[in-house]
């Protein structure tokens, strides 16, 4: 069974900087795409970056581009998002996502929710002016 843990929300000022984490487990993060996604009230979901099973390609919205990192570590099964200089419009429900593995098309190619297949439970990411 596939488990999507993320962990690293809160409360900051604008200008601050979070690390969500996103854990796995049941599946290998080196096989899959996976992606991090935001919803904040009586708004649609949003996804906000996405990294390829290998980590050689990434992709982040342009709301977040020069403020935003995603990463992962392989050995550790876990997903990374470091965001820095957060905005007051950043804030939402962050939720961590994976494709099954082997899957096509690859990770460049996509960019809807409906195509990741696991989820986690979100993190709260709150910032104040």
């Known amino acids: 069974q596939v488990q999507l843990v993320e962990s690293g929300g809160g409360s900051v000022q604008a200008g601050g900087s979070l690390r969500l984490s996103c854990a796995a487990s049941?599946?290998?993060?080196?096989?899959?795409?996976m992606g991090w996604f935001r919803q904040a009230p009586g708004k649609e979901r949003e996804g906000v970056a996405r990294?390829?099973?290998?980590?050689?390609?990434?992709y982040l919205v342009d709301a977040v581009k020069g403020r935003f990192t995603i990463s992962k570590d392989n050995a550790k099964n876990t997903l990374y998002l470091q965001m820095n200089s957060l905005k007051p419009d950043d804030t939402a429900m962050y939720y961590c996502?994976?494709?099954?593995?082997?899957?096509?098309?690859?990770?460049?190619?996509?960019?809807?929710?409906?195509?990741?297949?696991?989820w986690g439970q979100g993190t709260q990411v709150t910032v104040s002016s």
């Open positions: 996502a994976a494709r099954r593995v082997g899957v096509w098309p690859p990770c460049s190619q996509i960019s809807r929710d409906s195509e990741y297949d696991y």
């Open positions: 049941g599946l290998t993060s080196s096989g899959s795409c």
């Open positions: 990294i390829s099973r290998d980590g050689r390609y990434t």
